[in-house]
Structures are given as structure tokens and as C-alpha cells.
Nanobody
């Protein structure tokens, strides 16, 4: 069973930046696309960004386009999310998972809190 461990979250002021990391224990990490998702209090989990298995294609939710950048390092089985110009509405728990078909289980996520 693949384990996903997200890290890098924290408290930041609006306009600030954070870089999230997601470590994947799977042996076939480089063979599938990965995505970042987030869930704000009282809301459903939503798609944030995704990257193809080779890293040559990326997709973003309109709400983060131009501010967030997803990347991956297949040698390290890790996917990243660089978040710039953070807004209060970006506050959420951020998760990573396979994309578009997620694994059955999710990691614990990493909390991102943006203060005004």
C-alpha cells in the first residue's frame, strides 16, 4: 500500500509563500500523474494542481493559476507545490494523491493557514 506523507505547511501572512512536499512510498511513482488537493473547514476536498508522470504537463485550478507551481522529482519520489501570493482563502489542509484516479487512502495532509 502506497503511503503519502505531506509536509511544509504552516502559518503565513497573506502575500507570503510556502512550499509543500509530498513523499510517496510507491515503487512505480514515476509511472503516474500526481495531484494536490485541499479541503477547507466545512467544504469538500477540491482539486488544486496536477502534474503528469514525466513532469512535462501540468494542470491547475483557476483559483491558483499563476500563483501555484507543481513540480516533481521522480528520483526522490516526491511532488512539490510552490505557493506564492497566498490568500486567506487558500487556508486549508493540503493533500497529495495519484491523479486523476486517487489511491484508496490519503495521507494526513499538511495544514496551511493564511492570515490577513
Amino acid at each position: 500500500q502506497v503511503q503519502l506523507v505531506e509536509s511544509g505547511g504552516g502559518l503565513v501572512q497573506a502575500g507570503g509563500s510556502l512550499r509543500l512536499s509530498c513523499a510517496n512510498s510507491g515503487r512505480t511513482f514515476s509511472s503516474y500523474s500526481m495531484g494536490w488537493f485541499r479541503q477547507a473547514p466545512g467544504k469538500e476536498r477540491e482539486f488544486v494542481a496536477a502534474i503528469s508522470y514525466s513532469g512535462d504537463r501540468t494542470w491547475y485550478a483557476d483559483s491558483v493559476k499563476g500563483r501555484f507551481t507543481i513540480s516533481r522529482d521522480n528520483a526522490k519520489n516526491t511532488v512539490y507545490l510552490q505557493m506564492n501570493s497566498l490568500k486567506v482563502e487558500d487556508t486549508a489542509v493540503y493533500y497529495c494523491n495519484r491523479y486523476p484516479q486517487s489511491f484508496g487512502s490519503w495521507g494526513q495532509g499538511t495544514q496551511v493557514t493564511v492570515s490577513s
